[in-house]
């Protein structure tokens, strides 16, 4: 099965800064790029950003993108908001065996 | 717009079962792949299974094989988990999850619409 790690594990930012998080897979995908991101806040559930490693959802800020391929992914926001404050998760789907792995989140909290 | 709604918070001892479900209002149940992810305190999220639409099949985890059944009660349009011979580690928040876009209406490889989650605590 493929792995996900991600970096930084934690990261303290401002409003305004750019961030930028890093979704690393123990292998490159053998079709497509089934890679997605959520975002999560304390006591909710997880919401989806970006599919398709760039791919936004309806209804996501432009603020978030999506980039990478082959093993190295980004979850880039261009410009951090209040409301963005939250854990990031990195998610990848295996054709076989079939199933999902997330990876262990980025926590981004207030400098 | 799709709902999921799920069942309230649960208690149980090890070695009991739990069976969380899963109640989606607007749209059919069996046409959106419900799954399965959980997530222990403190820690990242972990797919549990759910519905392949690719093979027509349920699909779980290696680590929950035999342990966990998934079923979908079409007359209710409810979805249940099932979890047998708890443990302290399965200490969770229980969510359910469709991989169907309904904006789209496409499958994709990712979870676009969560149930509320349900905390299951096993203690002694």
């Known amino acids: 099965d493929i792995q996900l790690t991600q970096s930084p594990s934690s990261v303290s930012a401002s409003v305004g800064d750019r961030v930028i998080i890093t979704c690393r897979a123990s292998q490159a995908f053998s079709s497509g790029v089934p890679l997605a991101w959520y975002q999560q806040k304390a006591g909710k559930a997880p919401k989806l950003l970006i599919y398709h490693a760039s791919s936004l959802q309806g209804g996501v800020p432009s603020r978030f993108s999506g980039g990478g391929s082959g093993t190295n992914f980004t979850l880039t926001i261009s410009s951090l908001q209040p409301e963005d404050f939250a854990t990031y998760s990195c998610q990848q789907a295996n054709s076989f065996p079939r199933g999902f792995t997330f990876g262990p989140g980025t926590k981004v909290d207030i400098k | 717009q799709v709902q999921l709604i799920q069942s309230g918070a649960e208690v149980k001892k090890p070695g009991a079962s739990v069976k969380v479900s899963c109640k989606v209002s607007?749209?059919?149940?069996?046409?959106?792949?419900m799954h399965w992810v959980r997530q222990a305190p403190g820690k990242g999220l972990e797919w549990m299974g759910g519905f392949d639409p690719e093979n027509g099949e349920t699909i779980y985890a290696q680590k929950f094989q035999g342990r966990v059944t998934m079923t979908e009660d079409t007359s209710t349009e409810t979805a249940y988990m099932d979890l047998r011979s708890l443990r302290s580690e399965d200490t969770a928040v229980y969510y359910c999850?469709?991989?169907?876009?309904?904006?789209?209406?496409?499958?994709?490889?990712?979870?676009?619409?969560w149930g509320q989650g349900t905390v299951v605590t096993v203690s002694s």
């Open positions: 999850a469709t991989r169907r876009d309904v904006l789209t209406g496409f499958f994709l490889d990712a979870f676009d619409t």
């Open positions: 607007g749209h059919t149940l069996t046409e959106l792949s």
